[in-house]
């Protein structure tokens, strides 16, 4: 054969793995996307005492292919001033970065694109900072006044966390030593290699997790931090001029950000696709908890079966119990068949990076729910003068911590708790001149006006 | 193979972003062709297994350096600008530096030829799969033989942003009474 | 950082239009400005430096209306003014007419319409937090205010057959006699209300995010709202204690025992919690009412044809925005001469330029929030 026939095949045989993980990025994350926000609109009806999408398909689960549906039907607006090129470009260029962000990410043992990049965490950062162009662009290219305030706004708040974001991000690798992702996730594996022992870095360094999650729901644009896209203010943001699956591109691109988001904080703070207490032994029985989750919901769903008014609702169940068990049966598989036992870690690594991934959602879903809206100016001041420095204190706790332990041999957990309390009296001054700041602003009732006059 | 593709694809795209972006009429239209070209010489970066130029391109230049053209270009009035006496000798003394530049390129490929090893000035240097990680190489040297420079540069840093924020502020201390 | 400091209102042109001023237009149709309500705003910048309200999208001559019905035939129209409390100016109206007819409801009549005003003043400020809210962006409490909301209405339906604009009363008494259960729904109600009060709080009241949203955010002096004619929550948030429930009492509020709660600051924070504290209240006097409701008829000696011996009367309550009162001439025959309503919306709404002044565009929707008009009673 030719030799470019020969080259491609050896091509496909080298990166195969590589190219099927790339493929099934591309293709089912947006899908995925959808489901999360069906998912979303599921837990906001829970948490508001009504139900949510029922209509289409069972409970409401083809909702998201009418949306896409709906969507991709739509009239194309573009406004006549816009700026064609850009126009076209922005949702385009968003949507791109978060995907191609994810594929440095390791949803599993076996599952990454760019295996063993040296820059592992760093390729995810600044490629998903590359959306924020796309959210510039968007509100120039609407050639509207109100569009551009809210892409400035919106980048201004994202560049202000994503500072604080990337500082508790330093302080998870001064913990690990490495970037490369694979590495990260080891070592936390094997953090005590005399004793052979793993903890999970939100238990070494918690502040920084919870810096991590703050500034990941500003990045992310989410409630309480959403000003920029909130319907009820008058600046409506970069995404008014932008209808039918345009806007559901850069749509996409916030879910799907928000995956990458919660990707990272489980590969540096939840211990990737480790399960709790890797390295323990007398607990590994928690590794047949896949199995034993997907068995109870298929039981659930058998329980719930009967209770249904409808006959093809009780179908339904049946069916998504059938599906339940089926998965399980492929996690128990390996136990049964010897042969089989490869996959154990691939298929159970993806089920817990999956399962704190969703975690990590749901607490950004749950205060999305729960907490009212901080206004530009409190958000900003939130960023800047209470997250940053605690961050770089908590960079600088890490720090001593490390070397405390290397240096003057200190206990690992005592150095660290040392520094983990001192982080958090520094947090409590912030956030005490904060309160103090905006509680003394003038409470003092104006001069009594004659309101006749004039 | 797939080496070479690869680089003639990132190779071609920047050239062709870097014509369009000099040819664009609206400002922005080249804001973005240099985003293209920038981001297909990070690639040629990751090419050569520089991982860690290839990101800080990324994150420092694209990220960063092209937001703040964008922002600059979005809220400066340009219409005022090309209302403005321009320079007028600009094309012919544009056209000596580009002479000049391409003579010393041309001057440089040449001589190159002759040199040993590959690459052009460092002699002897591993092909790109065998050298050391990118990121480890930069920081051991950063924190060993250039840490002078390095502190000097965050001191820089540190001085320019709090300069920055100072003349804002007063800015707007004198702006409202 | 934002100052919330006031602009000085003393200041006669503060509505000039200089060279950094904009002239922003929200609504009529405005998610937040809960009816068709339009404001201009003169920006500069992000601060307001005046405003201006233009109403009368929702007139209907309802005024003009009365002069050619009848006292009963105008009696539904009053609950299409303040659509969100039907019942109370239904209350109003009714009592005015008796009082023009020199004729007082029988006890058991007033103690029961006592009982539906103050549910209907429950409901009326569940809507107000829910809607407040979720303009602040709280999206969840305003479910939560709809389902207890939900309750009361049901109660009303039970005994009138109406949901939202009840002509509950008649003039001279009601019409309807309470159903039967008609205690135990009450008491059910407000014994499950308690925990209901308790989740709002959980989610809003001590909440930083809304305490900075809502504390120092469009503040009123007593001496303004007094000159305003602002009545309601907004007049006891800024510390004056005046409630007609207790200064004046109609129906059967001096049975009762109850608080009157006043804030301090006059801030949208306060409103807040006096609110939130009059639906305590107002929970009280149910329970209070429903443990003794006295026998007897329930509509006074009126007779079918109403001829009110000419002359004019004027009487308020206390709606659960504020102020209601009812001016009204008789000359003598079936239908009046002239029926001149004092909504408290109308007048409230004249704080707000003076609220929302050197605040920032944020704020205005919050600040029209904490107002808590009704478009229907301020256009009438």
Redesign the interface.
């Known amino acids: 054969m030719n030799p470019t026939t020969a080259a491609i095949l050896h091509f496909l045989q080298t990166w195969w793995v590589e190219l099927v993980c790339g493929v099934v990025i591309v293709a089912v994350v947006p899908l995925i996307a959808g489901y999360i926000v069906l998912m979303e609109r599921k837990l906001?009806a829970d948490?508001?005492?009504?139900l949510g999408p029922m209509r289409v398909g069972p409970h409401g689960l083809l909702q998201p292919i009418a949306d896409a549906v709906k969507l991709l039907i739509k009239e194309d607006i573009v406004p006549a001033d816009a700026d064609a090129l850009i126009f076209w470009f922005a949702p385009v260029i968003s949507m791109v970065a978060a995907l191609t962000s994810m594929g440095a990410l390791a949803f599993g043992p076996t599952f990454q694109v760019a295996r063993d990049i040296n820059i592992g965490i760093l390729f995810v950062l600044g490629v998903s900072s590359l959306g924020f162009l796309g959210i510039i662009l968007g509100g120039w290219a609407s050639n509207s006044h109100y569009s551009i305030i809210g892409a400035i706004r919106s980048t201004a708040q994202l560049v202000s966390y994503e500072t604080a974001g990337g500082l508790a991000v330093i302080s998870a690798l001064l913990l690990s030593g490495t970037l490369r992702i694979r590495a990260i996730v080891e070592a936390q594996q094997n953090y005590n290699p005399q004793q052979h022992s793993g903890v999970w870095f939100i238990f070494l360094a918690p502040v920084s997790f919870f810096i991590y999650l703050v500034a990941s729901i500003a990045e992310t644009n989410r409630?309480?931090f959403?000003?920029p896209e909130?319907?009820?203010?008058?600046?409506a943001g970069y995404m008014t001029e932008y209808s039918g699956f345009r806007w559901a591109l850069y749509f996409l691109g916030e879910y799907a950000n928000m995956i990458v988001v919660g990707a990272v904080a489980t590969t540096l703070f939840l211990g990737g696709w480790l399960r709790p207490f890797p390295n323990v032994h007398w607990l590994n029985w928690l590794d047949f908890l896949p199995v034993l989750l997907m068995a109870l919901v298929g039981v659930y769903c058998i329980y719930r079966a009967g209770k249904q008014p409808v006959p093809v609702q009780t179908w339904f169940m049946w069916a998504v119990a059938l599906g339940c068990f089926a998965v399980a049966a492929i996690f128990a598989a390996p136990w049964i068949f010897a042969p089989l036992k490869f996959i154990v870690p691939g298929l159970n690594g993806a089920f817990w990076f999956l399962l704190k991934v969703t975690a990590y959602i749901y607490v950004f879903m749950w205060l999305?729910?729960?907490?009212?809206?901080?206004?530009?100016?409190?958000l900003m001041?939130l960023g800047w003068y209470i997250l940053i420095p605690l961050a770089i204190v908590n960079v600088f706790a890490v720090g001593v911590a490390i070397v405390l332990e290397s240096e003057f041999g200190w206990n690992r957990w005592l150095a660290l708790i040392v520094t983990t309390a001192f982080t958090l009296a520094v947090a409590a001054i912030l956030v005490n001149l904060h309160?103090k700041?905006?509680?003394g602003?003038?409470?003092a009732?104006?001069?009594?006006?004659?309101?006749?006059?004039? | 193979m797939l080496d070479s593709i690869l680089f003639y694809f990132f190779a071609g795209v920047a050239v062709l972003s870097a014509a369009l972006m000099v040819t664009r009429r609206n400002a922005i239209h080249s804001a973005v062709f240099l985003i293209t070209a920038l981001l297909a010489t990070a690639g040629i970066f990751l090419q050569l297994r520089a991982e860690f130029l290839f990101i800080a391109q990324i994150i420092l230049y694209v990220g960063g350096i092209m937001v703040l053209f964008i922002f600059v270009i979005m809220l400066v009035r340009l219409d005022v600008a090309i209302h403005q006496i321009r320079f007028r000798m600009q094309k012919f003394v544009a056209l000596l530096v580009a002479l000049a530049l391409g003579l010393e390129l041309t001057a440089i490929l040449y001589f190159a030829r002759k040199l040993p090893g590959q690459g052009l000035f460092i002699q002897g240097s591993a092909p790109a799969d065998q050298l050391p990680p990118n990121s480890e190489e930069l920081a051991r040297s950063l924190f060993s033989s250039y840490l002078l420079p390095f502190e000097i540069a965050s001191v820089l840093l540190l001085v320019a942003m709090v300069g920055a924020v100072v003349m804002a502020k007063n800015k707007k201390r004198t702006d409202e009474p | 950082?934002?100052?919330?400091?006031?602009e000085?209102?003393?200041q006669?042109n503060g509505t000039l239009l200089g060279a950094d001023e904009l002239v922003?237009n929200?609504g009529p149709q405005h998610?937040?400005t809960h009816g068709v309500l339009r404001v201009k705003l003169k920006l500069d910048g992000e601060r307001v430096r005046g405003t201006e309200c233009v109403i009368g999208y929702l007139h209907r001559g309802v005024e003009k209306i009365a002069e050619h019905r009848t006292y009963q035939q105008f009696a539904p129209y009053v609950d299409r003014m303040d659509y969100i409390a039907a019942v109370s100016n239904g209350l109003g109206y009714c009592e005015a007419v008796e009082k023009l007819l020199n004729v007082e409801a029988p006890l058991r009549a007033r103690v029961i319409r006592t009982i539906l005003t103050e549910l209907q003043r429950i409901a009326s400020h569940l809507i107000w937090l829910g809607t407040h809210?979720?303009?602040?962006?709280?999206?969840?409490p305003?479910?939560?205010c709809l389902?207890e909301r939900e309750e009361i209405l049901k109660i009303f339906e039970k005994y009138c057959g109406a949901r939202l604009t009840t002509h509950a009363f008649r003039i001279g008494g009601l019409q309807y006699e309470a159903y039967d259960g008609f205690e135990k729904d009450v008491e059910r109600f407000c014994k499950d209300f308690e925990r209901r009060i308790k989740e709002y709080v959980d989610?809003?009241t001590g909440?930083?995010?809304?305490i900075?949203?809502t504390?120092?955010i469009g503040?009123?002096?007593?001496?303004?709202c007094i000159?305003?004619g602002a009545s309601g929550p907004i007049l006891r948030a800024?510390g004056v204690k005046w409630d007609l429930r207790k200064a004046q009492p109609y129906a059967a509020y001096d049975r009762y025992k109850f608080e009157i709660p006043v804030g301090a600051?006059?801030?949208t924070y306060d409103r807040y919690m006096v609110r939130m504290e009059e639906m305590r209240q107002s929970r009280l006097i149910c329970l209070q009412a429903i443990e003794n409701i006295p026998e007897g008829p329930i509509l006074g000696k009126v007779g079918k044809v109403l001829k009110p011996p000419a002359g004019e009367i004027y009487h308020s309550i206390e709606a659960p925005k504020g102020i209601l009162g009812y001016y009204i001439v008789s000359d003598g025959t079936i239908q009046p001469y002239r029926v001149r309503i004092r909504p408290p919306s109308f007048v409230n709404l004249q704080a707000f330029d003076?609220m929302v002044r050197g605040h920032?565009?944020?704020?205005?929707?919050a600040i029209i929030g904490t107002l808590d008009i009704v478009l229907g009673e301020v256009d009438r």
């Not at chain 1, 909130?230 to 600046?235: D, I, M, P, Q, T």
């Not at chain 1, 009732?445 to 004039?454: E, H, K, L, R, V």
């Open positions: 906001m948490m508001q005492a009504r409630a309480p959403d000003l909130a319907e009820s203010e008058l600046v999305r729910f729960t907490l009212p809206r901080y206004r530009f100016d409190q001041h309160d700041r905006t509680a602003a003038s409470t009732t104006t001069a009594t006006t004659d309101s006749y006059a004039g | 950082m934002a100052d919330t400091v006031q000085d209102a003393t006669k922003l929200m998610p937040s809210a979720l303009d602040i962006g709280a999206l969840t305003l479910f939560y389902r989610l809003l909440n930083s995010i809304w900075g949203r504390r120092n503040m009123i002096s007593a001496a303004d000159a305003i800024s600051n006059g801030d003076k920032l565009v944020a704020d205005v929707v």
